[in-house]
């Protein structure tokens, strides 16, 4: 069953813009983390965020973690048509790293 | 390094074929998963392991049978093979929690006829 849900499903941007996806999840976490996937390529780690983390960077990347909403958002600032991909987030229940994906945002950046 | 390596990358099944989805790692990871995506659907969890000798069933382990002699290998086992089967199959490997994240392999792109 789907753990994490993404919103938007699609995000179309002009480079330069920032982009926003949300992802919702259903159960207690020891960790969320955020993948991207290239067309017809493997998933790349972007960030992981611990339960007791509220917020992370790395470089362009931002996340943050609600727990108490369960959700957790990544920015992407100042975008590059080289982001253009599909995103996912993972949880992680059991800290046993097995994860839980969700379907996916599939982010268009647009020169 | 070379990472997470699969192999093939793709193949064609007759219904009722049975194959070997090859992955090795060479990080000397603990965790290792086997994963399916199919459109629209996102990633689910088919197969882990925790170490060498120890596995477990996921989200969608029928018709998939996996072992884990050494610690670099993973390999996952179609046993007879359906049409539902056709997918993308991801091997993936971690520390675990004491890591950050998985490494991914690029993918089997598996079509069963």
């Known amino acids: 069953s789907q753990q994490g849900e993404e919103d938007p499903q699609a995000l179309s941007i002009q480079e330069g813009e920032n982009a926003t996806m949300n992802c919702s999840y259903k159960?207690?976490?020891?960790?969320l983390q955020w993948y991207r996937q290239n067309s017809g390529r493997g998933l790349v780690h972007l960030i992981l965020?611990?339960?007791?983390?509220r917020e992370k960077h790395s470089g362009r990347l931002r996340v943050t973690l609600d727990t108490s909403k369960k959700s957790s958002s990544l920015l992407i600032t100042a975008s590059r048509a080289a982001d253009t991909a599909s995103y996912f987030c993972?949880?992680?229940?059991?800290?046993?790293?097995?994860?839980?994906f969700g379907k996916g945002t599939m982010l268009l950046v647009s020169p | 390094n070379a990472g997470v390596t699969q192999t093939p990358k793709f193949q064609v099944l007759k219904t009722g074929q049975s194959m070997t989805l090859q992955c090795a790692q060479d990080?000397?990871?603990?965790?290792m998963s086997w994963y399916r995506q199919d459109p629209g659907m996102g990633l689910r969890l088919i197969h882990y392991?925790?170490?060498?000798?120890?596995?477990d069933q996921g989200e969608v382990p029928n018709g998939y049978n996996v072992s884990r002699s050494t610690t670099e290998d993973f390999p996952l086992r179609l046993l007879s093979a359906a049409p539902s089967q056709t997918s993308v199959y991801f091997c993936?490997?971690?520390?675990?929690?004491?890591?950050?994240?998985?490494?991914f392999g690029s993918g089997t792109r598996l079509t069963v006829v």
């Open positions: 993936a490997s971690s520390y675990g929690s004491r890591g950050n994240g998985y490494t």
């Open positions: 159960t207690s976490i020891n960790n």
């Open positions: 965020i611990r339960s007791n983390e």
């Open positions: 993972a949880t992680d229940e059991s800290g046993y790293s097995t994860l839980t």
């Open positions: 990080m000397n990871h603990e965790y």
């Open positions: 392991s925790v170490g060498a000798g120890i596995t």
